[in-house]
């Protein structure tokens, strides 16, 4: 059974950094994809980055391009996100998000594994 494991989230001020950590157990995704969406109280869950495990190709949503960044560790299934420049619109729970198979689109229902998500909170 896969299972997900989230954590690095936390309360931060504006402009500060946060990095998140997803560690997948159950299986190994050396030939799928990672990622990370979140969803905000009242608001679709957003597609934030994502990265194929095999060939390390990247993909973020234009809101969060140039703030952070995705990176993998095959050897330990293990997928991060490096927030910076924090902003309070950044709130919201962020949750891992991992495909059996590559892809370059992202939408939230090719998704075949969640974690559990993680809050964070960005203060002003």
């Known amino acids: 059974q896969v299972q997900l494991v989230e954590s690095g989230g936390g309360l931060v001020q504006g402009g500060g950094s946060l990095r998140l950590s997803c560690a997948a157990s159950?299986?190994?995704?050396?030939?799928?994809?990672m990622g990370w969406f979140r969803q905000a109280p009242g608001k679709e869950r957003e597609f934030l980055a994502g990265?194929?495990?095999?060939?390390?190709?990247?993909y973020y949503a234009d809101s969060v391009k140039g703030r952070f960044t995705i990176s993998r560790d095959n050897a330990k299934n293990t997928v991060y996100l490096q927030m910076n420049s924090l902003k309070p619109e950044d709130t919201a729970v962020y949750y891992c998000?991992?495909?059996?198979?590559?892809?370059?689109?992202?939408?939230?229902?090719?998704?075949?594994?969640w974690g559990q998500g993680t809050q964070v909170t960005v203060s002003s």
């Open positions: 159950g299986r190994t995704f050396r030939r799928g994809a």
């Open positions: 998000a991992v495909r059996s198979t590559p892809t370059s689109t992202w939408y939230h229902w090719e998704i075949d594994y």
């Open positions: 990265i194929n495990c095999g060939g390390g190709s990247t």
